[in-house]
């Protein structure tokens, strides 16, 4: 018996009729016969998901109250559980070891979760549609031929393939609302400084968030309640009280603000989404929704602040994998040979210039053999070279240039300064409306191969979610209805700082107008 949300097995264990073990072992059952398939997992832990399923059966019958015992968690292979290997989905860790749990990890196995393995994923995070991992596409459960989305598209895919009732993700521009929308499931983004970064691999270290997907709002209030809170590890989460949200889920919408942002409805929007959120809309005004146009004037500036930004702090935060400390090293025996096959050509070379007196030929080759790089410099670009994918390449690369000499103020600063604007409009925003409603994508899934070769489309996937990283605030994706092509529409709702109780309020009402209608 596979309980497909959390709130069902909760309400399973309680009458007695399953248990934790049993919980554990019929999802395992499922990624088995379907793993191979979809390509979800990276790494699964059978043995200790059992052992942990077995310790909390027996803590339960001794009375220990434990808010999320018996919860099946996949994690994203981007965050750290002590003893366990942490990839990013790259070559460069693919044998690297965890010294040390991330605290949504500490805070979660404290509340009774069991971790069952760890989810693929776009290197590093980098991605749009999950092809990008060292181990493979991930393939999405309603089609298989159809990317997941990415960067968490192996964690969407394991709620959407019921191989867990709650897979955690990361979100830097839209790695978890765009899966969420593509599969079929809910995606949160939250606050950023909601949630504790701390055991996150880091990407872009102003945008990244941690956030949970699961089948039903009720078990993403349940998660984000255990994982929320400031954290003396991370000092950027916020010292914000955390709410009951799962209290605020029966609120309904009658009163609620509504806004609609231009923007965002306008050119490049394919027709079938924009049918199926008009309908949403209109069922969230017979609900008593006020619901009214508004503006955020800097949005077409979002996808070229955003890459500016995230590829500046990425080339930052991935210099550390040098090939000296940890992770993949080149070959060092094979480097010396290359090199020292160079060195003997080019002084080769000098001798057959000097003897046939060929002076600038000669120069040449003494000018090469100069600038040889030393053994450590090579090392250092073969092991970046060979350890890391095209698409981490490219980021480093665009980072690398826009903060370099003489192109700082054109791009970075100007680009800091455009971020700014963009949180402002949201502000704005947010003084005449409660929530904004929007499209998460502007397609529905694509084929997987049909953008690998044209990063600038696959990077405009990214249209509609973006902004919220670039401004900080959360924000939640729940279906809405389907697609004439016969995949779920993505609904994005999004909210002022802090307000994951109001988005998910907002967010239970759409979801049960989609299940009825």
């Known amino acids: 018996m596979t309980y497909l949300t959390y709130g069902a097995a909760r309400e399973a264990l309680a009458r007695g009729e399953t248990s934790c073990e049993a919980l554990v072992s019929s999802f395992l059952e499922k990624i088995e016969a379907e793993n191979d398939r979809l390509n979800v997992f990276i790494s699964v832990d059978a043995e200790g998901a059992r052992a942990q399923a ?42 690297f070891t965890s010294l040390y749990d991330a605290t949504v990890i500490e805070r979660l196995r404290a509340a009774g979760v069991l971790f069952i393995g760890k989810t693929n994923c776009d290197e590093f995070a980098m991605g749009s549609s999950n092809e990008n991992s060292h181990f493979g596409p991930v393939r999405n459960p309603l089609d298989p031929d159809y990317v997941p989305g990415g960067s968490s598209g192996g964690s969407a895919a394991a709620v959407a393939a019921g191989m867990c009732h709650v897979a955690l993700g990361s979100d830097t521009g839209g790695s978890i609302r765009q899966p969420a929308a593509f599969c079929g499931v809910m995606g949160l983004k939250p606050t950023y400084g909601r949630v504790s970064r701390y055991g996150l691999v880091a990407y872009a270290s102003s945008f990244d968030c941690i956030g949970p997907f699961a089948r039903d709002v009720d078990d993403l209030a349940a998660v984000l309640a255990v994982m929320a809170g400031q954290d003396p590890n991370d000092a950027t989460s916020a010292p914000v009280p955390v709410p009951d949200y799962r209290a605020a889920l029966d609120g309904g919408v009658a009163g609620l603000r509504i806004g609609l942002p231009k923007e965002y409805f306008g050119e490049g929007l394919d027709e079938g989404i924009r049918a199926a959120i008009e309908q949403q809309v209109a069922r969230l005004e017979t609900a008593g929704a006020t619901v009214r146009d508004v503006s955020l004037p800097h949005t077409p500036y979002g996808i070229a602040t955003y890459y500016i930004l995230t590829t500046a702090e990425a080339s930052s935060n991935l210099a550390r994998y040098d090939g000296v400390r940890y992770g993949y090293r080149a070959d060092e025996q094979a480097v010396r040979r290359a090199m020292k096959a160079e060195r003997e050509a080019l002084e080769a070379a000098l001798r057959a210039a000097e003897e046939a007196g060929d002076d600038a030929a000669a120069a040449e080759a003494r000018a090469r053999l100069d600038a040889q790089e030393s053994l450590l410099d090579r090392l250092y670009a073969q092991t970046r070279t060979e350890g890391f994918g095209s698409e981490v390449k490219r980021r480093i690369m665009l980072g690398t240039y826009v903060l370099s000499s003489g192109y700082y103020d054109a791009y970075y600063a100007r680009a800091q300064r455009v971020r700014t604007l963009i949180r402002r409009d949201f502000e704005r925003a947010f003084e005449t409306v409660d929530v904004l409603l929007t499209p998460a994508t502007p397609t529905p899934p694509f084929r997987l191969g049909e953008k690998l ?37 993505g609904v994005q709702l999004l909210g002022p700082h802090f307000e994951e109780a109001r988005l998910l309020r907002a967010g239970a009402a759409v979801a049960h107008q989609a299940t009825t209608a």
């Open 54 to 95: 077995r310790a909390l059966d027996a803590r339960r019958a001794r009375g220990e109250d434990l808010p999320l015992a018996g919860m099946v968690v996949a994690v994203k292979d981007v965050i750290c559980i002590r003893g366990q290997r942490v990839t990013c989905a790259s070559r460069m860790l693919e044998n």
């Open 453 to 489: 070769d044209d990063p600038l489309s696959m990077y405009l996937n990214d249209v509609y979610t973006v902004t919220a990283n670039l401004a900080g605030i959360p924000g939640l994706v729940v279906p809405g209805g389907r697609h004439p092509e016969g995949f779920p529409v």
